[in-house]
């Protein structure tokens, strides 16, 4: 957490919300738990409305596999700052275990790659991270990395669940009083 | 053209970014949304990708509408979950497909379903039926969108579009 400093994160549904959420809740998080496919989506809009800030989607490789046209879409808008991470145990986590398309050879860094992610990796080894978070603070994006990990069940830390809560106190921890909707002259 | 005002309408009310999945009927705004330097136009794969889009943009403070044909809508289903638990501000200009001058069969039934399939998921349906009357309902979505964090669709009938076959389509 320390090190996040003012990174943006977005999570997909599952797995990946619970664990940026035992790395540490914060504001400046938006976890979802549902509109499986568009964490990445969501990370690109963040991204080009504050081309100024580092912002991190982290997701599962089934929720990636659903938005996999939204790999094509962020290819084309080439956002210098956003960095895409999978987190990749080649099982659908929340529904049984089943074995997803990754599983089966499907290579979601060579998908990046051919819709032109500037950096994409497929990650095995932990000793290969250090070199993958510097590239997420200081790398020219778009970034992906499809970081393999093994199929363990761990205590689950959970979000809030208010969608409203969630999206009000990062909007007022990003954007300070400006985050207020007011009326305007018409 | 209806295209120039609502246009004008997106600029009054601060939109930046435009995502869309092409129609023919939206072929004017398109364009001028990409020739306009305050904007992004962003292509999409499918209409949810928007969804996602929309979302990401007001998190961080832009405001974005999207673009789509009635088609698409039946691509949003779900997504629209997201934006009625997070109460995300939602704008969506739909084109009508499936209506009468229709020549393909094949839209009609995603073209019926349209207006009830929006308000299903919670999103508030405008009736455009004629030219004149679209800028306003847009005019009217973009304020209810971006000042109480509504999500609204306004449907633009396909005799304000007027096309009736692939060959006036082409030579449009």
Redesign the interface.
Known sequence: MKERKKL?V?AGLGSTSWDITAAGDSDLS?P???????????????????PQRRVLVITGDGEMLM?L??L??IG??QPKNLALVVIDNERYGETGMQATHTAHGVDLAAVAAACGFKDSRLIRKSAELNDFYHAIRAGVGPLFAAIKVIDEKLPLVLPPHD??L??ER??KA??GK??D????E? | MWSDEVHRELVAARVRLVGYVPDAGHKRLIELCQADKGMRAVPLTTEEEGIGLAAGAWLGGMRSVLLMQSSGVGNLVNVLGMVKVCRFPLVVIVTMRGEPGEFNPWQVPMGEATARVLETMGVAVRQAGEAQTVAPHVRAALRIAFQAQGAEAVLVAQKVIGIKSFQEQANQ
């Open positions: 943006l977005v938006f979802t738990w549902g509109a499986m496919g568009q964490a990445a989506m969501i990370g690109l809009g963040l991204a080009m409305a504050q938005g046209g939204s094509a879409t084309v808008q969608g409203v969630l999206k990062f909007r990003l954007l400006s985050a909707v007011l009326p305007e018409s």
